[in-house]
């Protein structure tokens, strides 16, 4: 069965680093891409870039780059996401979500349970 | 960037009904690259059409999905009580990958 189990809820300060990780199992982890996506509080989905676990490889949303690193071990089938310095607007919950690609772009197959970051002095 | 637009915002129909969501793009997706999902309260989204018409492992054959070029439907033939959620399209025809707003079905 294919799952992708992601970290916890998260706490933090502005100002502060975080990162978050989505762990897959029941599949060829570095074969598939991970994407990232963001649900702001009442909100719709925001695709935020993704990640080729095999090579590392990634690719951003205009809107996120430069916002946000994603990274992955592929020996441990976790992909993750980092930021360096946490703005309040980054309070959403996150995504992760398995990657089916159809030409240079894809849709999501299966979805982690979501890691909500609270960012709040 | 490929701006998707779904309407109406909010739906209300009863149960048994026939629901018709619609998601218009700003320019046409290529190879019908159009997916749907379905969130509940508190969940990740679901996958439940790919491809504009494919219906995704596991998905009752009420869901059906039609369109092509810049207008799609993601049609619900009778509406059971576990549909009313909150529905969105996402094209993967052009990166970036983008979602519409979402279409929130309620009971009437």
């Known amino acids: 069965e294919v799952q992708l189990v992601q970290s916890g809820a998260e706490v933090k300060k502005p100002g502060e680093s975080l990162e978050i990780s989505c762990q897959g199992s029941?599949?060829?982890?570095?074969?598939?891409?991970i994407a990232w996506v963001r649900q702001m509080p009442g909100k719709g989905l925001e695709w935020m870039g993704l990640?080729?676990?095999?090579?590392?490889?990634?690719r951003y949303s205009p809107s996120f780059q430069g916002q946000v690193t994603m990274s992955a071990d592929k020996s441990i089938s976790t992909a993750y996401l980092q930021w360096s310095s946490l703005k309040a607007s980054d309070t959403a919950m996150y995504y992760c979500?398995?990657?089916?690609?159809?030409?240079?772009?894809?849709?999501?197959?299966?979805w982690g349970q979501g890691s909500l970051v609270t960012v709040s002095s | 960037e490929i701006v998707l637009t779904q309407s109406p915002g909010t739906l209300s129909l009863s149960p048994g009904e026939r629901a018709t969501l619609s998601c218009r793009a700003s320019q046409s997706v290529s190879s019908n690259s159009l997916a749907w999902y379905q969130q509940k309260p508190g969940q990740a989204p679901r996958l439940l059409i790919f491809g504009a018409s494919s219906r995704a492992t596991g998905i009752p054959d009420r869901f059906s999905g039609s369109g092509s070029g810049t207008d799609f439907t993601l049609t619900i033939s009778r509406l059971e009580a576990e549909d009313f959620e909150v529905y969105y399209c996402?094209?993967?025809?052009?990166?970036?990958?983008?979602f519409g707003q979402g279409t929130k079905l309620e009971i009437k």
């Open positions: 996402q094209q993967y025809g052009d990166p970036p990958e983008t």
């Open positions: 029941g599949y060829s982890f570095s074969t598939y891409r």
């Open positions: 979500a398995r990657c089916i690609p159809v030409g240079r772009a894809c849709y999501f197959d299966y």
């Open positions: 990640i080729y676990p095999g090579n590392s490889a990634t």
